[in-house]
């Protein structure tokens, strides 16, 4: 079955720098990759995905890149603000089906 | 307002009482899913459901029932809840082709 490694687990970074997170995946059928972001004490919420037949996508300070060569996937996000501060999680799924595999997620702290 | 709703959101019980979490969505999905969160373990799937009537295993199913008599409800089913089952669990909906909808969770102790 599909395995997402993510990382880093934990990153702490300074209000209104960047932050990137890193995903690779190993199964070549995964076709769809989701970002969450799951604040405390609440469900993930999707905040961006990419298809695998595009390279990039970007929503305001938000960005996802996929390089299906290489099987990775990366979360961008600029001038971060302290309402950044969550956990988020990368998966990948073969579009059209009910499997998400989910990477272990990353600790995201944004110091004022 | 599209959700998924969970219920209980905490829940503390003793080995070996059956218990049920209900999971109900309003937005027509087909797909239904459970899942547990772990520390240092991410989102692992346990049950899904791409219909009525039709479940299937995920990647840690032992322990767990689901049944989908209805499109709306994907209860999960603990016959005989053991402290490993302590966790955090989801469920989420999805139209199969898009984004899946969380629930708020439900967080299990058993003791």
């Known amino acids: 079955g599909e395995n997402v490694e993510q990382h880093p687990s934990t990153l702490s970074v300074q209000e209104g720098d960047s932050a990137v997170i890193k995903c690779t995946y190993s199964d070549s059928a995964s076709n769809y990759f989701p970002w969450y972001k799951q604040e405390l004490g609440k469900g993930p919420q999707l905040i961006i995905d990419?298809?695998?037949?595009?390279g990039e996508k970007k929503d305001q300070r938000i960005a996802v890149t996929l390089n299906k060569t290489a099987k990775h996937f990366s979360l961008h996000i600029t001038e971060t603000q302290p309402e950044d501060s969550a956990v988020y999680f990368c998966a990948a799924s073969p579009l059209g089906g009910n499997q998400f595999y989910f990477g272990t997620g990353t600790s995201l702290t944004v110091i004022p | 307002e599209a959700q998924v709703t969970q219920n209980p959101r905490y829940l503390i019980t003793v080995t070996g009482k059956k218990l049920t979490v209900t999971c109900s969505q309003n937005?027509?999905?087909?797909?239904m899913s459970w899942y547990r969160q772990d520390p240092g373990l991410g989102l692992r799937q346990i049950y899904y459901?791409?219909?009525?009537?039709?479940?299937d295993k995920g990647d840690v199913p032992e322990g767990y029932k689901v049944s989908r008599k209805e499109k709306r409800n994907f209860p999960l089913i603990l016959e005989s809840p053991s402290p490993n089952q302590t966790s955090l669990y989801f469920c989420a909906s999805s139209s199969g082709t898009a984004e899946a909808f969380f629930g708020q969770g439900t967080r299990l102790t058993v003791v």
């Open positions: 937005m027509n999905h087909e797909y």
């Open positions: 990419i298809r695998s037949n595009v």
């Open positions: 459901s791409m219909n009525v009537e039709v479940t």
